[in-house]
């Protein structure tokens, strides 16, 4: 007439100087505590195998090889769409007994597939270089007016140059914040102005 229940947990807590991480492994005597910006959910693979970060964006790699080269990269198809990481991998030779930190960068992007057409309702020539306001180059216009830009911000003036002379200027579009979703760019409309005389 009695009932018993059993339970059972595996893996570690590592306590650092930003808080508590939660590793599904042992840790062993070399470790490395990771940070992968702010999202949840990244996976990382590690020497030990996959791991995945917490709501801070933190793993643990619960074991390193002493004085060995120890690898550990971020799966790219766990990133959000809007991130791009700017080291996917690191590696580390790690003493035996320390403890690394290793800090992947990422950054957030709004891409975007721009069609542009001049004042008269033509599409932008194939080949104009475009160009921000500070003068960079970005991109070129692709055919029918379509140019594609990797990150974009609401208000951005581009300025289209054929023959190194500004051709035209467009102004971004965009809405504040950016649209949610999956997909892996936003796509709008715009006109391109002849540039105004000063």
């Not at 807590?13 to 990244?42: I, N, Q, R």
């Not at 289209?160 to 409309?189: F, I, K, M, Q, S």
Request: charged share 20%.
């Amino acid at each position: 007439g009695s009932t018993s229940f059993d339970t059972g947990a595996r893996g570690a807590a590592v306590f650092h100087p930003d808080g508590v991480t939660l590793s599904p492994y042992a840790v062993s005597d070399t470790f490395a505590v990771l940070k992968a910006g702010d999202s949840a959910g990244l996976k990382l693979h590690t020497p030990q195998g996959p791991v995945w970060t917490d709501g801070k964006g933190r793993a643990v790699a619960a074991t390193l090889p002493a004085y060995n080269t120890g690898r550990v990269e971020i799966d790219s198809l766990s990133l959000p769409r809007n991130v791009d990481v700017l080291n996917g991998f690191q590696e580390v030779e790690a003493s035996r007994g320390s403890v690394q930190y290793l800090d992947f960068s990422m950054v957030n992007v709004r891409r975007l597939l721009l069609q542009a057409r001049t004042a008269d309702r033509q599409w932008l020539a194939q080949g104009g270089a475009v160009h921000d306001a500070q003068g960079r180059f970005l991109t070129t216009v692709l055919d029918a007016g379509t140019i594609f830009l990797s990150d974009s911000k609401p208000g951005q003036v581009l300025h289209v140059r054929r023959g190194g002379v500004t051709h035209c200027v467009l102004t971004l579009p965009l809405t504040e914040p950016a649209a949610t979703g999956d997909e892996l760019y936003e796509r709008a409309d715009a006109l391109c102005h002849e540039p105004t005389l000063s």
